[in-house]
């Protein structure tokens, strides 16, 4: 299994940027897909994840309403849109396989991680 994320960049406040997160070497359509970020200096924490199936997304507090998360299956790739981008939005978004087609919180529980992608967000 393989994730490969994409679209991190620098951006000015109140921009907006779209990461993606392609899959392989897994049946892709069958599992929950998860962003997280790390900020600079801290740990990685849960943001948003969407069902197997794409019809169910949760947000973290912070960036709901803001950011939207989709998937397309027939591409296997997961899609971040990331608008209004904020100071504190800055880190690295990482994606993560879901043990299953459900939304887990928990990061302990993700097996297959990408590499990571950069955002920073400055004036």
């Known amino acids: 299994a393989h994730l490969v994320e994409s679209g991190g960049a620098l951006v000015q406040p109140g921009g907006s940027l779209r990461l993606s997160c392609v899959g392989s070497?897994?049946?892709?359509?069958?599992?929950?897909i998860t962003w997280f970020r790390q900020p600079p200096g801290q740990g990685v924490k849960w943001l948003t994840g969407i069902t197997a199936d794409g019809r169910n997304a949760l947000y973290e507090r912070q960036v709901e309403g803001r950011f939207t998360t989709s998937r397309d299956n027939t591409k296997n790739t997961v899609y971040l849109q990331m608008d209004n981008l904020k100071f504190e939005d800055t880190g690295t978004y990482f994606c993560a396989r879901a043990p299953g087609r459900d939304i887990n919180v928990l990061k302990e529980k993700y097996d297959t991680w990408g590499q990571g992608t950069q955002v920073t967000v400055s004036s």
């Open positions: 070497g897994f049946a892709f359509s069958d599992y929950a």
